[in-house]
């Protein structure tokens, strides 16, 4: 099975601050990573997919980058409504694999 | 539009087996994969298995024994049935339609 190895585990930035979170993939996995954003009570909502492209509805001071196997999200300027925890998904082979998460908070 | 509901029964006994229906509407099931993710309490995202637009299936290998994913095309309907079920099963369940939309997800406990 492809191992996602998500860190940081708990981030917590300031408002308008860059944050960036990251997932390794334990084999190459291609462009086929998603990310999501999980509130609480709530259903997981994903926010990036294929490594860089944004999903609808989704602000763009969200992005996503890729080097090698190494995956990152970028928020660019930190709101209060991006509290949550995010997670990686690779979609590149079964079982798929989600990054065990992270949780952002607004210092 | 896209939405996905599950249903089922909220409380499951020690040993018993869990049945989950995914009622889908605004896609068809031939052409798109629906997949069961599970959360248990205050913990990470678990991909429990998934079916095709083929109606083939891939599961987690934790849980391939005692798992099973099925549909019903004709009635928009995906399934899922888990045995031999343990404390450490009670999550929420969700499905979701190639794991873009989500259903609002359904808490499962198993519990005496």
């Known amino acids: 099975d492809i191992q996602m190895t998500q860190s940081p585990a708990s981030l917590s930035a300031s408002l308008e601050e860059i944050v960036t979170i990251t997932c390794q993939a334990s084999?190459?996995?291609?462009?086929?990573l998603a990310w999501y954003q999980q509130k609480p009570g709530k259903s997981p909502q994903l926010l990036i997919y294929?490594?860089?492209s944004l999903a609808d509805g989704v602000p763009s001071r969200f992005s996503g980058s890729r080097s090698g196997t190494q995956y990152s999200l970028k928020i660019s300027r930190l709101q209060v409504e991006d509290i949550g925890i995010y997670y990686c998904?690779?979609?590149?082979?079964?079982?798929?694999?989600f990054g065990s998460g992270t949780k952002l908070e607004i210092k | 539009q896209v939405q996905l509901k599950e249903s089922g029964p909220g409380l499951v006994q020690p040993s018993q087996t869990l049945s989950l229906t995914c009622t889908v509407s605004?896609?068809?099931?031939?052409?798109?994969?629906v997949h069961w993710v599970r959360q248990p309490p205050g913990k990470g995202l678990e991909w429990m298995g998934g079916?095709?637009?083929?109606?083939?299936?891939d599961y987690n290998s934790a849980l391939k024994s005692r798992l099973s994913i099925s549909r019903d095309t004709s009635k928009s309907q995906v399934f899922l049935k888990m045995n031999s079920l343990q404390t450490d099963d009670t999550a929420i369940y969700f499905c979701?339609?190639?794991?873009?939309?989500w259903g609002q997800g359904t808490l499962v406990t198993v519990s005496s």
């Open positions: 979701t339609r190639w794991l873009a939309y």
């Open positions: 605004g896609f068809s099931l031939t052409s798109n994969s």
């Open positions: 079916i095709w637009g083929d109606g083939s299936t």
């Open positions: 084999q190459d996995i291609g462009n086929w």
């Open positions: 294929g490594a860089t």
């Open positions: 998904l690779q979609a590149y082979s079964a079982p798929l694999t």
